[in-house]
T-cell receptor
Framework: GIQVEQSPPDLILQEGANSTLRCNFS?????LQWFHQNPWGQLINLFY???GTKQNGRLSATTVATERYSLLYISSSQTTDSGVYFC???????????FGKGITLSVRP | GAVVSQHPSWVICKSGTSVKIECRSL??????MFWYRQFPKQSLMLMAT?????????EQGVEKDKFLINHASLTLSTLTVTSAHPEDSSFYIC??????????FGPGTRLTVL
């Protein structure tokens, strides 16, 4: 099956700093999503981005499908950005998602 | 986005009892739903694919007789943990893929088996 690796596993930032989270995957995908898991466990959809670049406020994401990686950028980080960020990929339409192990982000005031 | 609900949000039960978890797609009809499980400090692992009108597809290592899945309608899938044991204690989350291929997740159900 598809392998998904996220890095770094843990990240500590000072409020206001920028960061880049990386997701590498081992095979071609038709679905790539970034999620933020809040303290109650809810997965918040950040981006659906099997290819290309998208931006939403302070967050942006880029997926280079031919090189099998995706990047999530967080600018001007805030304490509310703390939590676990997951990258998940799927091979086809309506297919199951394979999750990476997640990146734990702590933003300190 | 899509709205996905789960019920209950948390449940505590005694070992040996069965627990039913509901996943509802409130604004989208889904022929397929997915069930994931997440242990503390770990990632989400797919348990099974719930198919409306046919049997569920289970991932390797997931006991289909222990985790019963019924896709009763285009908006409802249920997961029943039969004869639950403490090792089944986990966070169970369902997801619904929309026509755009993007998946949306329910808020999860935290199961504790005493």
């Amino acid at each position: 099956g598809i392998q998904v690796e996220q890095s770094p596993p843990d990240l500590i930032l000072q409020e206001g700093a920028n960061s880049t989270l990386r997701c590498n995957f081992s095979d071609s995908v038709n679905n790539l999503q970034w999620f933020h898991q809040n303290p109650w466990g809810q997965l918040i959809n950040l981006f659906y981005i099997p290819s290309g670049t998208k931006q939403n406020g302070r967050l942006s994401a880029t997926t280079v499908a031919t090189e099998r990686y995706s990047l999530l950028y967080i600018s001007s980080s805030q304490t509310t950005d703390s939590g676990v960020y997951f990258c998940a990929v799927g091979p086809g339409a309506n297919s199951k998602l394979t999750f990476g192990k997640g990146i734990t982000l702590s933003v300190r005031p | 986005g899509a709205v996905v609900s789960q019920h209950p949000s948390w449940v505590i039960c005694k070992s040996g009892t069965s627990v039913k978890i509901e996943c509802r797609s409130l604004d989208f009809q889904a022929t397929t739903m997915f069930w994931y499980r997440q242990f503390p400090k770990q990632s989400l692992m797919l348990m099974a694919t719930s198919n409306e009108g046919s049997k569920a597809t289970y991932e390797q290592g997931v006991e289909k007789d222990k985790f019963l899945i019924n896709h009763a309608s285009l908006t409802l899938s249920t997961l029943t943990v039969t004869s639950a044991h403490p090792e089944d204690s986990s966070f169970y989350i369902c997801s619904v893929p929309k026509a755009t291929n993007e998946q949306f997740f329910g808020p999860g159900t935290r199961l504790t088996v005493l």
